[in-house]
T-cell receptor, first 116, second 109 residues
Framework: SAVISQKPSRDICQRGTSLTIQCQVDSQVTMMFWYRQQPGQSLTLIATANQGSEATYESGFVIDKFPISRPNLTFSTLTVSNMSPEDSSIYLC?????????????FGPGTRLTVL | LAKTTQPISMDSYEGQEVNITCSHNNIATNDYITWYQQFPSQGPRFIIQGYKTKVTNEVASLFIPADRKSSTLSLPRVSLSDTAVYYCLVGDSGYALNFGKGTSLLVTP
């Protein structure tokens, strides 16, 4: 298993601003993922972040809006840029520890973002 | 990814056994069945995973019939703290986990 922390746990932001969310893991992992969970909805994968390479974005998500950094094997950031109220969601990072199936992922506690 | 169908919500009393069934009629040969649990204001937590027959761990049991077109997550003697959303996922070890809408379980005294 892996222990994952996220900062901030929640934030309230003004439209047009940007917020960077941090994800820290207690062990080295190759695969890190960023998800969005809109109010009352299920989780949607935003992108996959591998250390040493560019993030891979899912359909409907672009790098200009959600730039991701992955400087090492234990840390990643997701920035939500030029925010609008539609970006109000919970943002979660997850990891797939080495070995085993990739559908067994461990999730952080999430960052609850409200955009006014 | 195989499409899954599970009840939107379920209610139970403390101490009862809860069975949540998930339908996945178009499951592929290489697909596994995975269940996650999500408490309010927390990220999902992996509960159990299986391919066929029965899998049991300290949290739950997973029953999968021979045709694998459905599966049942069994939670023995639930408590109030088992109130959560339970997601059934079916896939072949892909990175994009398809959580679907999940089943919201409410356990009351």
């Amino acid at each position: 298993s892996a222990v994952i922390s996220q900062k901030p746990s929640r934030d309230i932001c003004q439209r047009g601003t940007s917020l960077t969310i941090q994800c820290q893991v207690d062990s080295q992992v190759t695969m890190m993922f960023w998800y969005r969970q809109q109010p009352g909805q299920s989780l949607t994968l935003i992108a996959t972040a591998n250390q040493g390479s560019e993030a891979t974005y899912e359909s409907g998500f672009v790098i200009d809006k959600f730039p991701i950094s992955r400087p090492n094997l234990t840390f990643s950031t997701l920035t939500v840029s030029n925010m609008s109220p539609e970006d109000s969601s919970i943002y979660l990072c997850s990891v797939h520890p080495a070995g085993g199936r990739t559908d067994t992922q461990y999730f952080g506690p999430g960052t609850r973002l409200t955009v006014l | 990814l195989a499409k899954t169908t599970q009840p939107i919500s379920m209610d139970s009393y403390e101490g009862q056994e809860v069975n949540i069934t998930c339908s996945h009629n178009n499951i592929a040969t290489n697909d596994y069945i995975t269940w996650y649990q999500q408490f309010p204001s927390q990220g999902p937590r992996f509960i159990i995973q299986g391919y066929k027959t029965k899998v049991t761990n300290e949290v739950a049991s997973l029953f999968i019939p021979a045709d694998r077109k459905s599966s049942t997550l069994s939670l023995p003697r639930v408590s109030l703290s088992d109130t959560a959303v339970y997601y059934c996922l079916v896939g072949d070890s892909g990175y994009a986990l398809n959580f679907g809408k999940g089943t919201s379980l409410l356990v009351t005294p």
